[in-house]
């Protein structure tokens, strides 16, 4: 895994549902990112408030660009939000591992909330492999759902939300039952009960991405350390944010 500090320019951004924002980057340390599933550290500020980085997941790149998607939830993401265009970000980038397994025939990826982005480019590049490929996304309601239909030029796509405005009422295993989807491996990213609960229904064929608290983004701190069945600690910013649902241990 190789990673770079560089400044990346803000080119465009968009609020795409209440407090979800879309922001482009551009850059030569774009060409650094190998892998979807991979995300970036940015600095906020030049000053000490807020301290540390904010992670952000990538919903694609190019070498020279970075398009994330993010959520207004405290002081670091609303001054990024607050970012005009041609700002400069202070960014690590090509952090943690990815998806690299795509060796499948029938894939199914799953997103839930703010784990749907990284499911975009990694839609993009099964599609482009000739990979058989179906999307699961899961929102809290109408009001919440975005990409819905970038995803669906890409593949078949299910939605599911929790109060039944949109698809499929309920969970997005919910979606998948009802829908009879058939899948070799699944690749999912979305809140931690979410992934606990795919990975109970599902334990065998998944690659599932987990969010934590990062103090450094490179291993350094252990800020991120976190159990897993195949040894003691793995550092969800290092050895992650990928884990396979056969290592991952179920909270509650």
Known sequence: MANYQG??????????VKDVY?????????????????????????SLQPYLRRPMSIADYTDTSITLIFKVVG???????????????????GLGNGFV????KEALLIGGGLGVPPMYKLAKDLVSKGIKVAAVLGFQSANDIFYKEEFEKLCPTYIATM?????????????????????????TCGPERML???????PDNGYLSFEARMGCGFGACMGCSCQVKTKPYKRICVEGPILHSSEVIVNG
């Open 7 to 16: 400044m990346m320019t803000i080119v465009s951004k968009k609020e795409l």
């Open 22 to 46: 879309e922001m482009i980057i551009e850059g030569d340390a774009a060409k650094y990112i190998t892998h979807p599933g991979q995300f970036i550290n940015i600095q906020i500020n030049q």
């Open 75 to 93: 002081e670091g993401t609303k001054l990024l939000s607050e970012k005009a265009i041609g700002d400069q970000l202070d960014c690590l980038i």
């Open 101 to 104: 397994d795509l060796d499948t």
């Open 163 to 187: 109060d039944g405005s949109v698809q499929t009422k309920g969970t997005v295993i919910d979606a998948i039952k009802e829908n009879n989807i058939t899948f070799d491996k699944y690749y």
């Open 196 to 202: 606990d609960a795919l990975a109970l229904a599902y």
